[in-house]
């Protein structure tokens, strides 16, 4: 039955900046000595302890088994986040189907479970979120996380609700936060899918650790994130949608939107299929290009070297404006990455001014629930910040 949503809850809700930056630094970094979070997070001794005394009393922190302390080598009960203990649900929204996990603190996955969409009006959506929540059987979870492609702007009705349009739903100004909060009893958070995956990698993925990357994903669609000085650079939804139509090469192949030799034209998997479809003169899928790519097929082949050629230029052009020296690629297209990386690699270097290593390019796995947590992320950032 739905219920109306919970808060965070009790103390967490009052609790000073300095206190939950503690929390974030132990879930990023993993468990630390009492003197190695006081010098991390300039604080005294004295503070530290007053700050974590109240989180250990109510069960978010924990103190391990007593070791010594590598900067003053005293022994020592190191801090660690209880990340067992608190559960938060992610979802993928994607135009026929719904991915959801359950991860811990830590976003590692406890559960996963996808299905067809089978009515797509946003309150039956949410219906069959919370049936999903249900059928995952981990018990309630402290928040939630909602992602999907679309436009998410602020409303100025009664609220300042965000509003979400979702064409490939048939949404339009839908206030999905609500409707979602509503179905599942829990606090949630809406997000753009490529956001919310880079906030997962700025966390928990290869992008931890780094103050500065970027992601870039291509399959349906071509999308772009950029982390600069440890924070996700806002931006609008008409301004992400120029980077898939960047130019790469002037009278290359056309876009269904009518650029040649954008982004695109050259790898959205709707733009890959269309010419394999052409060369081989019958109808083929994007994961069929792939294979026969993989066996040798001269069409295929063809058409995925040329892809990786112009992906490579495309992280070289990010790399170069943005200044950042990693660039992580995700989505279910990132496989032409790997069929042709001597092309990508080539056409990178080239661009580059032919300086090897000049970016680390990491290429993630394709794994829609890999997504789906990404909306876990963000309800732990949630949590953790304060923020919506």
Known sequence: MAVGPRRWGGMWDALPDAARSIVKELIIHGPQSRTALARTL?????????????????????????????????????????????????????????????????????????EPITDHSPEAVCRQARGLLDALAVGPPVGAGITLGGNNRASAGVGGERLVDAPYLGWEQVELKPLMERALGVPCAVENDVAALAHQHHWFGPGRGLRDFALVTIGAGIGYALIVHDHLVAASEADLGMFAHLVLRSGGPMCPEGHRGCAAAYLSSGSIEAAAALGLRREVGYDEVLRLAAAGDQVCLTLVREAAHALGR????????????????????????????????????????????SVNVVVEADDFREWARGGAVVAIQSFVTGSD
């Open 314 to 357: 495309l992280i070289a052009l990010v790399a170069t404006v943005s200044m950042v020296k990693t660039v992580v690629l995700a989505g279910e297209g990132v496989e032409l990455a790997r069929l042709a990386k001597d092309d990508l690699d080539r056409a990178l270097a080239a661009d580059r001014r032919d300086v090897p290593g």
């Open 42 to 114: 300039h604080l005294s001794t004295g503070s530290l302890t007053r700050l974590t005394k109240p989180l250990v009393d109510a069960g978010l922190l924990v103190e391990g088994e007593v070791v010594h302390d590598p900067v003053n080598g005293r022994p020592t009960r190191p801090l660690d986040v209880a990340a067992a203990e608190h559960r938060f649900l992610g979802l993928k929204l994607t135009g026929d189907r719904v991915h959801a996990v359950v991860t811990d603190l830590r976003a590692g996955v406890i559960a996963g479970r996808d």
